[in-house]
């Protein structure tokens, strides 16, 4: 199975909004709605921010959204804060019963 | 809440087994999908391998030929071997739940293992 493929990098300036990418295929990203996202602070294990492409496990800010267009999955953060810089995962499950990883992103916050 | 907690040796020889314990807090062990993830140093997760109470597995294509995750419910624990091992298996490994189909909200800290002589 392929990773998931996802910006190496991503800046943006506090009080922005930006949006994260991962592109995957129709045995993943596409198969069905079971994307999620994780925050991975240096380290730190990664921490669950979004599931099922739009949902956010409680205590997880609402800055936090995600969506899915096809193959392709987002994760938006909108009102950027200096806490929000860190590694961003994706993940899909697959159709063949597996968990794939994108490559990750760092997000900078300028 | 508990952490997860996983143990094992911090150094393995190449061509050796690789074996980590990942201890569950509660009686949970019997509710979820149990997943092992790694992440060599300063690169990506990569997904291992799941298994249920039942026994169910599935693996990393890429892995299967090598990896065995087995269960132990009276002792909550959860177990991972990967055999022949080569300096790319050198890694943070985790153990995660699984509480929705691939995702994951409960890790443990991670534990680094070299593979080393």
């Known amino acids: 199975q392929s990773a998931l493929t996802q910006p190496a990098s991503v800046s943006g300036s506090p009080g922005q909004s930006i949006t994260l990418s991962c592109t995957g295929s129709?045995?993943?990203?596409?198969?069905?709605?079971?994307v999620s996202w994780y925050q991975q602070r240096p380290g730190k294990a990664p921490e669950l921010m979004i599931y099922?492409?739009?949902n956010r496990p409680s205590g997880v800010s609402n800055r936090f959204s995600g969506s899915k267009s096809g193959n392709t999955a987002s994760l938006t953060i909108s009102g950027l804060q200096a806490e929000d810089e860190a590694d961003y995962y994706c993940?899909?499950?697959?159709?063949?019963?597996?968990?794939?990883f994108g490559g990750g992103t760092k997000l900078t916050v300028l | 809440q508990a952490q997860l907690q996983e143990s094992g040796p911090g150094l393995v020889k190449p061509s050796e087994t690789l074996s980590l314990t990942c201890a569950v807090p509660?009686?949970?062990?019997?509710?979820?999908?149990w997943s092992w993830i790694r992440q060599p140093p300063g690169k990506g997760l990569e997904w291992i391998g799941y298994?249920?109470?039942?026994?169910?597995?599935n693996y990393n294509p890429s892995l299967k030929s090598r990896v065995t995750i087995s269960i132990d419910t009276s002792k909550k624990q959860i177990s991972l071997k990967l055999s022949s091992v080569t300096a790319a298996d050198t890694a943070i490994y985790y153990c995660?739940?699984?509480?929705?189909?691939?995702?994951?909200?409960?890790w443990g800290q991670g534990t680094l293992v070299t593979a080393s002589s």
């Open positions: 995660a739940r699984d509480h929705d189909w691939g995702s994951f909200d409960f």
């Open positions: 509660d009686g949970s062990i019997t509710d979820y999908y």
């Open positions: 298994i249920y109470y039942s026994g169910n597995t």
């Open positions: 129709s045995n993943d990203v596409g198969y069905f709605d079971q």
């Open positions: 099922r492409v739009t």
């Open positions: 993940s899909s499950y697959t159709s063949t019963n597996t968990v794939v």
